[in-house]
């Protein structure tokens, strides 16, 4: 891009900036040289190579890949493909084969994990200008580095080590600097590393000041609060974005993942209508197949999410939407559909950690233990986010090793510390895994705290358990019933339905939720769904 000219900000002042930056930098790569050192000490944690930049969490607020350009409207469609034909046991052993060249398994450790969270940290002091992090890659043409597509269809450090290039030499270009905030925040969420949150609001900023209404930092600044789970903020940035950019595709996905995670299922599901007409692609997509999903369409939702697949080319496109497919399959008990899905994205992208700890998950509920605890401590090992440390501790103590799984638990808080201090609202995360393995009490207020921002399906399960576990069964059972209300299909929330049924003496409520969810997804959870096994049964000795 031209750098803007008439921009009245001196020269010299950005030179400065510039050198202020490499300063911190080197004070940042001393810290985070002598952290990796301790961690080394500690034990060796493998490393992985950066994959493409594709990938969602699984859950609504995610950010989603990059589209296809010209893909036809969703409405009146039709089905696209997505299915494999070979045996899924054939095709896991494939994909492992795939994923075992040049890689080495490493034993995960509760104090190289902590470490790993503390460089994640350090790391985020690293100046927004400092390309020191990256000496030893190498790094694309300036030109090439400007393109959002680019870093989304690339390797993403080598990317972001080109634009900070860029900026060195062309401070004002407003684009870029927006360019370079949106790698921050699929940084952040592709390593697991919140750290570069508080980078991606500085590079958004710096191009807001050097052009205000320039739609793609208003979009980013909406994508960056919809990763920190402010979704008032992010609905607003990108109700600014769609004022400059009516077809601002990052904007319209936003303003879907905003709305559906404020409740407002209805207005969410207009937006993602509105986001089909005018931008019609993988992004938009996935996000029509989500908002269907909430209202217990499932048949639509998988529709969407083939057709979807059928249109991915990009390897990071087919790894995104195919785990997308793998989790529909496994919320509803098609572990064998979830696996060969898993499968799938993983031939694209055999580092794609969403579909590692989603294989992960349909292993352990088809019963391949072993393989769903070495896939589990491989996923933590590389970037210990709080579900896969939540499951691979479930699996350690329906095992019976209690130690273990404590190790897992602690570094949910270690991890929501981290959160925290990069501006990510922890309190849902906090409150679904402390309710079950921590500080109940703790657990209550993160749910009152998050119902009171937003009153979703999600809260309202989060709040209900939390309730339940504090002995509040009669507050408890409106909001259970509030999570079903919608016809989400979820085992999880129909086993805590029941269980709250069955402490406030609806005996017949309780059989039929307890029935519904073991009927639904019977390995929905290590430990939920053998207790929801042994409450049913109890219930049923009582009739």
């Not at 609060?225 to 979704?231: L, V």
Request: hydrophobic share 40%; with cysteine; glycine share 10%.
């Amino acid at each position: 891009m031209t750098p803007r000219t008439n921009d009245s900000a001196p020269e010299n002042e950005e030179n400065g900036k510039a050198n202020g930056a490499d300063a911190a930098a080197a004070g940042a790569d001393e810290r985070l040289a002598a952290l990796r050192r301790v961690r080394a000490a500690v034990q060796p944690v493998r490393r992985s190579r950066t994959g493409p930049l594709k990938g969602r969490s699984g859950g609504p607020g995610a950010a989603a890949p990059s589209g296809v350009e010209g893909a036809e409207s969703l409405q009146d469609g039709t089905d696209g493909g997505g299915g494999g034909e070979e045996d899924s046991a054939q095709r896991i052993a494939a994909v492992r084969r795939t994923a075992a060249a040049g890689r080495r398994r490493r034993a995960l450790h509760l104090a190289g994990c902590v470490t790993l969270l503390a460089v994640a940290l350090t790391a985020g002091s690293i100046a927004l200008d400092a390309a020191r992090g990256n000496a030893g890659q190498s790094v694309a043409p300036a030109s090439a580095a400007l393109s959002p597509g680019l870093l989304a269809s690339g390797d993403l450090d080598s990317g972001i080590a080109s634009l900070q290039s860029h900026l060195r030499d062309q401070p004002r270009d407003f684009g870029s600097w927006a360019t370079l905030g949106l790698a921050y925040v699929e940084q952040a969420r592709t390593k697991g590393d919140p750290s570069r949150y508080p980078q991606a609001d500085q590079a958004f900023k710096r191009s807001l000041a050097l052009r205000a209404d320039n739609d793609q930092a208003l979009a980013g600044r909406a994508a960056l609060a919809a990763a920190r789970h402010d979704f008032e903020d992010a609905l607003k940035y990108a109700d600014q974005a769609l004022k400059v950019n009516p077809y601002s595709e990052r904007a319209l996905c936003s303003r879907v993942d905003a709305l559906v995670e404020l409740g407002r299922y209805a207005d969410a599901s207009k937006a993602a209508d509105t986001a089909d007409d005018r931008r019609p692609g993988i992004p938009v997509f996935t996000r029509y197949a989500y908002v269907h999903e909430l209202r217990g369409d499932v048949r639509t939702a998988e529709r969407v999410l083939n057709r979807a697949l059928s249109s991915a080319v990009a390897p990071g496109d087919t790894a995104y939407v195919a785990t997308q497919l793998g989790q529909l399959a496994w919320n509803q008990g098609d572990y064998e559909a979830a696996l060969t899905h898993y499968a799938r994205a993983l031939a694209a992208d055999e580092n794609y950690l969403p579909a590692l700890e989603g294989r992960a998950r349909a292993q352990a509920a088809s019963g391949d233990r072993t393989g769903a605890l070495n896939g589990l401590r491989d996923v933590v090992s590389r970037y210990p986010l709080p579900g896969p440390l939540v499951e691979l501790g479930e699996l350690y103590e329906a095992a019976g090793d209690k130690v273990k799984a404590d190790d897992q638990y602690a570094l949910v808080d270690a991890w929501t510390a981290l959160a925290r201090a990069n501006g990510v609202n922890a309190d849902l995360d906090t409150a679904l895994a402390a309710a079950d393995h921590g500080d109940k009490a703790s657990a209550l207020r993160a749910a009152r705290a998050e119902w009171k921002r937003r009153e979703t399906v999600h809260t309202a399960d989060a709040l209900a358990w939390a309730l339940h576990v504090n002995g509040k069964d009669d507050e408890a059972l409106s909001y259970a019933r509030r999570a079903t209300a919608t016809g989400y299909r979820s085992a999880a929330f129909l086993y805590h339905r029941g269980v709250i049924e069955r402490a406030t003496g609806h005996a017949e409520d309780a059989r039929e939720h307890l029935r519904a969810a073991l009927k639904l997804n019977p390995g929905f959870s290590p430990l939920g769904a053998r207790e929801a096994r042994t409450a049913l049964k109890d219930l049923e000795a009582a009739k």
